[in-house]
């Protein structure tokens, strides 16, 4: 069955502290691993995709990676307007996106 | 910038009533989605659209249905709201995928429906 697991759930840094989110995804033929940030009570806003293993992008301070099996979000010096929940989603077939539960992020100055 | 509108961002309707809700994308997108969001659970595909009058059910389509008239637009319907469809709702559009990939989705801001 396709599955996408992201961990942590919950992450709280202080400002400038950088760390990583995962994203473990079990997909029979992976046709773009995604990242999207979402606000409290807001739809979700598109970060990244990625295609292949080895693949990386960055913007600002966010940079994806993909491996076969997972993909990672590092946040570099991460501000309080980072906060936000992060969630992946693992595309297959013609039209699913399975998405995982997201990491809510805190980050305080 | 890819644009995507809910007709409503907050919503409180009866057991029973008929509840429509549309969204809109300005980016000729052909395909668009339905999801409902709820705590612990993730996004969860109601229903898929691939071109006009074109649908494929997602993972949880009952008690729902939609309709594609025109390709900008894409509505959700819930024929006899329950109480167990209080959800966030969001819509989403993507371009159709092409050479084994699959696109990126652009989502509206979402509609928060409280059934009571």
């Known amino acids: 069955e396709d599955q996408v697991t992201q961990s942590p759930e919950a992450l709280r840094l202080q400002e400038g502290e950088s760390s990583s989110l995962n994203c473990s995804y079990t997909?029979?033929?992976?046709?773009?691993l995604f990242w999207y940030r979402q606000d409290p009570g807001k739809g979700p806003e598109f970060l990244f995709t990625?295609?292949?293993a080895g693949e990386e992008k960055e913007k600002e301070r966010l940079k994806a990676t993909l491996t076969k099996k997972e993909s990672f979000l590092h946040i570099t010096a991460p501000k309080p307007e980072d906060s936000a929940t992060y969630l992946c989603?693992?595309?297959?077939?013609?039209?699913?996106?399975?998405f995982g539960t997201g990491t809510r992020l805190k980050v305080l100055a | 910038d890819v644009k995507v509108t809910q007709s409503s961002r907050y919503l409180v309707k009866r057991t029973g009533e008929k509840v429509f809700l549309e969204c809109v994308q300005d980016?000729?997108?052909?395909?668009m989605f339905w999801y409902r969001q709820d705590p612990g659970l993730g996004l969860r595909l109601i229903y898929f659209?691939?071109?006009?009058?074109?649908?494929e059910k997602g993972d949880i389509p009952e008690g729902y249905s939609v309709s594609r008239e025109k390709k900008e637009r894409f509505s959700l319907i819930l024929e006899s709201a329950s109480t167990n469809q209080t959800s966030m709702y969001l819509c989403?559009?993507?371009?159709?995928?092409?050479?084994?990939?699959?696109?990126?989705?652009?989502f509206g801001p979402g509609t928060r429906l409280t059934v009571t």
């Open positions: 989403a559009s993507s371009l159709w995928a092409s050479g084994g990939a699959l696109y990126e989705q652009y």
């Open positions: 997909v029979s033929g992976l046709r773009g």
């Open positions: 990625l295609y292949s």
């Open positions: 989603a693992a595309g297959s077939g013609t039209y699913k996106y399975i």
């Open positions: 980016m000729d997108h052909e395909n």
């Open positions: 659209s691939y071109d006009v009058k074109m649908k």
